[in-house]
């Protein structure tokens, strides 16, 4: 007949381990408990006092338990050859802590290893298959030395292992076991525990896992392999981690999701779960009588550590922030950047807005000031037209643009003259599309009434500026879908740029442009790049422009528009 023995070692939260104590008694299960030595003497014997009526319920001499450290291998060994050596009639030890709450009636765990009265449930993998390990240290674990403790004693721990790997220092492993790794909590059957406590070697063991980091992780996982002759390499008990190693710890609206699981136990339960407590340990508990599946829930922890982990497209928060690049995308949506369009066109901005339906903005990143749609002084998600909140946090300010107006397209002006702290956030954001004619700048240039001297030097800094920011855009990272006209190639054609432009807005041919924004005056514009190759400058951004260029000044109604029949 099958008889469970628990080893529960307990270190925090005493009333709620007195609970699940009286549990496994209720159902006929020998309890042995090891109280962290870090638990003052008051609080011990309250505890005691607390089981004390209950005489299947023994204690095993204390030890330090420190994460990490061999204190908790001690403690489950010793804890463990009380039971076997006080109850001759049990047949399973199962390992649980003070915070482990049984999912189902102990009678069906009972059952369950009846049917497997040769299995051992241990998770147990060698260091080459294990995905989870955190923190750098897999095979090291077993070939370097950890005498200091990683929470308590980081620089010692640090420097330690710095300085082994420098001399390139290794542990020899003892002759005859393969280091294996595996969760802490086990089942294992009374013939592989008692030939692993008992083994001859076993100080030769002791020796080598007291400086193996995490022991209790590794220790028994490996000896399990010498003796037990059908390994179940997995255990009884439901507990998951985060990405950084960490439990996940359970609280009252994981009730259903315990449930469904089929587990026998589950840790780490909060201490104020009441409502779990109550349910699992009232009479009412249990389970229909199924496989532990743990894979069950798999599904919902993994999209909870990819939220947690990347999140909302284009979306920061508090477990992400303020870390590089742990940002799920840089946006959540798609928008359009143009470069140079407001200054060969005169009503570039209302026009693409009633020929796509988005929501056009002047320069965003203008030094003055925040263009806004209508050049209104705040924007929906009180984003304020501040040059100097803007500028604060650029990559905040387009993702909050963004966020804040999902569902609807956003378009805005970009050049030389603003703030180009965006221009790699814009590059590598596959949700941008930007649209540039080269060489635009120099438009406004053209028309102001400045001395040519300072036209000459103004040219040759936004011709500089504008080049960095190409590179950018051409730049192996780019994810941003890019077309980039010379001025002169655009001018060629623009009814098949602006074409090209809004179909990428609204999707191809939806409908053929028949007019065109009213282009500047461009007379004399040739003569006028002319004279800046005249005077040392080389302004090469616009293409190969002619001196003779067409004038476009004639008035709005004695012009044709473009058409595209």
Not at 223 to 251: A, C, M, W
Not at 296 to 319: E, H, P
Request: with cysteine; aromatic share 12%; glycine share 6%.
């Amino acid at each position: 007949m099958t008889q469970v023995g628990v080893v529960m070692l307990v270190h925090t939260a005493l009333h709620r381990a007195e609970q699940v104590i009286r549990n496994w008694v209720k159902s006929g299960c020998p309890v042995v408990v090891h109280v962290d030595a870090k638990v003052n003497k008051a609080r011990y014997d309250k505890f005691v006092s607390a089981v004390s009526d209950m005489p299947e319920v023994t204690f095993s001499p204390r030890h330090k338990c420190e994460w990490g450290t061999w204190g908790i291998v001690a403690a489950t060994q010793e804890a463990s050859e009380k039971i076997l050596r006080d109850h001759p009639s049990v047949t399973h030890v199962y390992l649980a802590s003070g915070s482990c709450l049984p999912l189902r009636p102990v009678d069906e765990l009972h059952d369950y290893l009846t049917e497997r009265p040769r299995v051992d449930f241990i998770e147990s993998a060698t260091t080459a298959d294990v995905p989870w390990t955190v923190g750098g240290l897999d095979h090291e674990r077993f070939t370097l030395r950890f005498p200091f403790s990683w929470k308590t004693q980081r620089q010692l721990f640090d420097f330690y292992v710095d300085l082994q790997r420098r001399v390139k220092f290794k542990r020899k492993i003892p002759k005859g076991i393969v280091p294996h790794m595996g969760s802490q909590w086990w089942c294992l059957t009374r013939q592989t525990l008692s030939a692993i406590l008992e083994d001859p070697d076993r100080p030769t063991y002791d020796l080598y896992f007291k400086k193996v980091w995490i022991p209790d992780e590794s220790y028994f996982q490996t000896l399990s392999r010498l003796y037990s002759p059908n390994v179940e390499s997995r255990s009884l008990t439901l507990s998951k981690f985060d990405f950084q190693g960490k439990p996940h710890i359970f609280y009252d609206d994981h009730l259903q999701l315990l449930r469904r699981s089929d587990c026998f136990v589950a840790r780490k339960i909060w201490p104020h779960a009441n409502r779990l407590y109550d349910a699992f340990l009232g009479p009412s508990a249990g389970l229909k009588a199924a496989e532990p599946n743990p894979g069950k829930i798999d599904r919902i922890f993994a999209r909870a550590v990819d939220r947690r982990t990347r999140g909302r497209a284009g979306l920061y928060m508090q477990s992400r922030f303020p870390n590089q690049d742990w940002e799920n995308g840089v946006t959540c949506g798609p928008y359009s950047m143009f470069e140079g369009f407001t200054e060969l066109f005169e009503d570039f901005e209302p026009w693409l807005a009633k020929a796509t339906g988005a929501r056009v903005h002047g320069h965003l990143f203008a030094p003055e000031r925040v263009e806004f749609e209508g050049r209104q002084a705040t924007f929906v998600g009180a984003l304020s037209d501040c040059p100097k909140l803007r500028d604060y946090n650029t990559r905040s300010f387009l993702r909050s643009l963004v966020w804040n107006t999902r569902g609807e397209r956003q378009c805005f002006q970009f050049g030389p003259h603003d703030t180009q702290d965006i221009s790699w956030d814009v590059a590598r954001d596959p949700n941008a599309q930007v649209s540039v004619i080269s060489g635009a700048w120099a438009v406004p240039l053209f028309q102001s009434n400045r001395n040519f001297a300072d036209l000459r030097e103004e040219a040759a800094r936004l011709q500089r500026i504008e080049s960095e920011h190409l590179l950018a855009l051409r730049a192996i990272y780019t994810k941003a879908r890019v077309r980039i006209w010379t001025m002169a190639e655009f001018i060629e054609s623009p009814m098949e740029a602006l074409q090209t432009v809004v179909d990428e807005i609204t999707g191809k041919n939806v409908r053929r442009l028949t007019e065109a924004p009213r282009m500047v005056d461009l007379t004399g514009f040739g003569q006028f790049l002319q004279n800046l190759k005249n005077q040392g400058m080389h302004p090469y951004l616009m293409g190969d422009f002619p001196v003779d260029s067409v004038a476009t000044n004639e008035p709005r109604s004695a012009r044709k528009p473009y058409l595209v029949r």
